[in-house]
């Protein structure tokens, strides 16, 4: 089957201020700055968001929008031109134009812009869908319940090929419906797996660390060496879910993304080689 993938982009959606080791397993020191990123994706049945970024809310007022706590926690710095609106007009796109949103997970800097898309069809993980509504207590604060607690959803039982050259993938760990979006065969850039936060630096892949945050760590790491090796398999560019540098390198909206020069993947670790 053909890919129905025409384009990716890679939009802004500003910064959060965390500490290291909410981001990576046992890391430590001063708190870091962490991009928060959306993807459109273009396909001949029209836009697909992956991702929404934080609630716009957050330009004006954090702790209105998430309360003190989780405020504090992951500061946000997010500027007006940062809204997932005002990133879609740097295509000549408005919010009617993205047929579907999915979401890698419902953390609050990746569903917080839903309620922007009333007229799209919002596809998440039932695992997810079930978790964010009844998190265990300590695992609670990452969700914002207003962030889609009236989303009318539609509901992946793992993984599923969504439409030609868009396969969701399972990815726990970092929640238990955390899921990764694998792009099949885009023009002039190849396969891309979209890790969300499967893999929130490419140091991770590096190094074998599961993400600061997880519910099952276990599972994430075995989520992590599924797509470093569906990676490795497909020469598909890994986008991690919260890599400054590797944010830094890649184009942003309006431009299409593209591969950096290098190893944009950072797969350090190369097939056994026998010859
Ligand atoms: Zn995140």
Known sequence: MTSSV????????????????????GAAGRRIDVPVQMFLVGTTSGYVLVDT???PGVIDDPVAAWGPELAAASRPRTAPHQHPARQLELLGLTPRDVRAVVYTHL?????????VFPDAVHVVQRAEHRWAHNPDGHAGKGY??????????????GDWHMLPGVHLMMTPGH????????????PDLGNVILAG?????????????????????????????RLTALAHATDALVVTGHDMAQFEALPKAPDPLRRPGGNPAGLR??????S
Do not use: K, Y
């Open 107 to 115: 953390h609050h800097d990746h569903a917080g812009g839903g309620r």
């Open 6 to 25: 025409t384009s990716v982009h890679l939009l802004d959606g500003g910064v959060l201020e965390v500490d290291p080791g909410s981001v990576v397993a």
């Open 197 to 225: 936060d499967a893999i929130n630096t490419v140091g991770c892949i590096d190094d074998d660390l599961p993400p600061g945050i997880a519910t099952d760590t276990l599972a994430a790491v075995h989520s992590m060496h």
């Open 144 to 157: 914002a319940r207003a962030d889609f607690g009236t989303t009318n959803w539609t509901l992946a039982d």
């Open 269 to 274: 670790q190369q097939p056994l080689d026998l």
């Open 175 to 186: 929640t238990p419906g955390h899921q990764s979006v694998v792009l099949w065969d885009v």
């Open 53 to 55: 970024g934080n609630d």
